[in-house]
């Protein structure tokens, strides 16, 4: 399945978000997450399924005024 | 004694993390600066460079509060999210609202503004609006239940200071009760003494010190800049006069004659 990750296309066989995140190497890393716009807490990424016409938002901390 | 939702803090100035030298600079800004409080925003990670891991780690260290913004964001929508992710992120109910109307002000988009607070603050977000000097949007801002308002001087790294200074003064007129920091716009030590003397509450600064020569200095001297500003508004500033008034007694002057008074 091909899904936008932080505006890139990406192919991944993940069918959660929670998968998602360890397939990319998050896994204990300092991240949020937000799927078309709206947030999707770290408890619920497990229960959160993915769909090809997904855009996923993966942030973490940064310099900011 | 600086008051943000309940919690009292020393320093008056809030201070941005970002555009500083070397990430060195920015430690010995902070200490410099004295600020118990520092900015910081939320960026798409890379899971190669994981940038924002070693950023935390050195914001952990500085062993100051965060307070996240929404920098960036266009829409309510996009703040509203942009602060859930901050949240959850940071591990604070402190939100730095901002909703962006325009690239060439970054003037706040104050209908989204307001739109954003009142969801925000309904999920008990304690957010800290970034503003104009505008009287009714301040009113919906607070009336939908933030205790702090954060109006701008003049566009956002411009350090231009202040660019409608008698409408800060009305702000602070009408909202005796709410903290006010002047958020974007400051350029020089001077702008901060300005806004201290008008009794605000605070000052949130970032371009001004990370982008001076001497980072490091230039934070000293707005902390001593507050200080003066706000010793001044508590000692009572006098009014402006239209004339001179003499300030060496006249009575007793040598060589006084009454046909030289005018």
């Given at each position: 399945m091909q899904?936008?990750?932080n ?9 959660n ?8 190497g ?7 997450t ?18 090809p016409?997904?855009e ?5 901390p940064?310099?900011?005024? | 004694?600086?008051?943000?939702y ?5 320093s008056?100035?809030l ?7 070397s990430?060195?600079i ?11 409080i ?11 460079a ?10 952990e260290q ?23 992710m901050a949240r ?5 109910n402190?939100?730095k609202l901002?909703?962006?109307?325009n690239d ?18 309904a999920?008990g ?6 503003t104009?000097?505008d ?8 009336a939908?239940?933030c205790?702090?308002?954060?109006p ?12 409608n200074?008698?409408?800060?003064k ?6 005796p009760?709410?903290t006010?920091?002047?958020?974007a716009g ?5 702008h901060?003494?300005?806004v201290?003397?008008?009794g ?6 970032n371009?001004?010190i990370?982008k001076?020569?001497d ?13 003066a500003?706000?010793?001044g ?10 004339m ?8 007793g002057?040598?060589f006084f004659k009454?046909?030289?008074v005018?």
């Open positions: 899904i936008l990750i505006g890139e296309p990406v192919a991944t066989k993940a069918r978000l929670d998968e998602l995140c360890g397939e990319l998050f896994a204990g890393a300092k991240i949020a937000a799927i078309n716009g709206s947030f999707v807490a770290a408890v619920k990424r497990a229960s959160t399924e993915l769909s016409t997904d996923i938002e993966i942030v973490s940064r310099q900011g005024g | 004694m600086l008051k943000l309940g919690a009292n803090f020393t008056r100035l201070l941005g993390t970002a555009q500083y030298p990430p060195d920015l430690r010995r800004a902070v200490e410099a600066s004295g600020t118990e520092v900015t910081v925003s939320l960026r798409r990670e890379s899971a190669r994981r940038t924002g891991q070693g950023f935390w780690e050195l914001i500085l062993g100051v509060r965060v307070l996240p913004n929404t920098a960036g964001c266009r829409t309510a929508k996009e703040a509203i999210a942009t602060a859930q959850e992120l940071f591990g604070t402190w939100v901002e909703v962006i109307a060439d002000t970054l003037q706040p988009e104050l209908f989204g503004l307001v739109e954003a607070a009142n969801v925000l603050c999920e977000f304690e957010v800290l609006p970034y104009t000097e009287l009714s949007a301040a009113e919906r801002l607070v939908a239940g205790q702090v308002l954060m701008w001087a003049s566009p956002i790294g411009s350090a231009r200071g202040l660019m200074k008698p409408a800060l009305t702000l602070r007129a009408y909202f009760e709410t006010l920091i002047v958020d400051l350029g020089a030590p001077s901060a003494t300005e201290m003397e008008l605000y509450d605070g000052v949130l600064l371009t001004a990370a001076a020569a980072p490091v200095t230039m934070a000293s001297a707005f902390a001593k800049a507050l200080e500003g706000r010793q508004f508590e000692a009572g500033l006098i009014e402006p006069r239209d001179g008034t003499p300030s060496t007694p006249v009575a002057t040598p009454i046909d030289r005018s």
